[in-house]
Nanobody
Framework: QVQLVESGGGLVQTGGSLRLSCAAS????????MVWFRQAPGKDREFVAS????????IYADSVKGRFTIFRDNAKNTVWLQMNSLKPEDTAVYYC????????????????WGQGTQVTVSS
């Protein structure tokens, strides 16, 4: 089992940037693909970005491609989501999650979840 702790959320203006962090416990972080999902009020949880165990492969939702970057450092047991050119539509609770296998874009594929961190983008 792995424990995940997200941080870095906050309030920013349109066009601003935030970097979210997800710190994982344990010594087997490199065995887990990692993902960021988000959930806006009244909407289903949606995929944002995923990264493979080695960090060699990534997948992005079309809505964030070119603006967001996911990356990881297995030596630090941490994955980040760099968010640039933020829009009000990006406002949501952002969750990181982990699965002991290949990357996936599906919520149901992930076994372990962080508590979420709020991102609010004002217009």
């Amino acid at each position: 089992q792995v424990q995940l702790v997200e941080s870095g959320g906050g309030l920013v203006q349109t066009g601003g940037s935030l970097r979210l962090s997800c710190a994982a416990s344990g010594r087997t972080f490199s065995n887990y693909a990692m993902v960021w999902f988000r959930q806006a009020p009244g909407k289903d949880r949606e995929f944002v970005a995923s990264i493979s165990r080695s960090g060699g492969s990534t997948i992005y939702a079309d809505s964030v491609k070119g603006r967001f970057t996911i990356f990881r450092d297995n030596a630090k047991n941490t994955v980040w989501l760099q968010m640039n050119s933020l829009k009000p539509e990006d406002t949501a609770v952002y969750y990181c999650a982990a699965r002991p296998g290949p990357l996936s874009v599906y919520t149901s594929s992930y076994d372990y979840w962080g508590q979420g961190t709020q991102v609010t983008v004002s217009s």
